[in-house]
């Protein structure tokens, strides 16, 4: 089974913040969707940090970039009337969906989500 990551759960894992260390025990077996991937990239690069090579290290470690598939799409969309109360954003939508289609549990930093079980399997990794 694998273990679909929010963006907050791997720049925990990359930035060494509380929580790391159960990202790291899932890396070898999880995705990403490319949404929460741009994400990712995007932080890594504002805060200064090399992302030239960090998704070939990252793959080695076992990660995979799922694309964000129009079923993903739809049911994002869906789920925002329910996650808005709760201040989702679209990437986190993103990152809910990849996890619904692919019946698995959602890691993420964000411990708002528990509110969303047990519809939706999540794990807070702090």
């Not at 991937?37 to 076992?62: F, M, N, P, R």
């Not at 989702?88 to 528990?114: F, I, N, P, Q």
Request: hydrophobic content about 45%; proline content about 3%.
């Amino acid at each position: 089974m694998s273990a679909v990551l929010d963006a907050s759960a791997l720049l925990a894992y990359l930035q060494r913040e509380p929580g790391h260390d159960r990202v790291a025990a899932v890396l070898a077996r999880s995705v990403i969707s490319a949404v929460n991937w741009t994400e990712v990239i995007g932080k890594t690069h504002s805060a200064g940090l090399q992302t030239e090579d960090l998704l070939d290290s990252l793959a080695s470690l076992g990660l995979t970039v799922e694309p964000f598939s129009s079923t993903q799409a739809e049911t994002a969309g869906r789920l925002l009337e329910r996650t808005r109360p709760l201040g989702l954003s679209l990437a986190d939508r993103a990152c809910l969906a990849l996890a619904m289609d692919r019946g698995e549990v959602a890691h993420t930093a964000d411990r708002a989500w528990l509110r969303l079980r047990p519809e939706i399997d999540i794990e807070a990794i702090r």
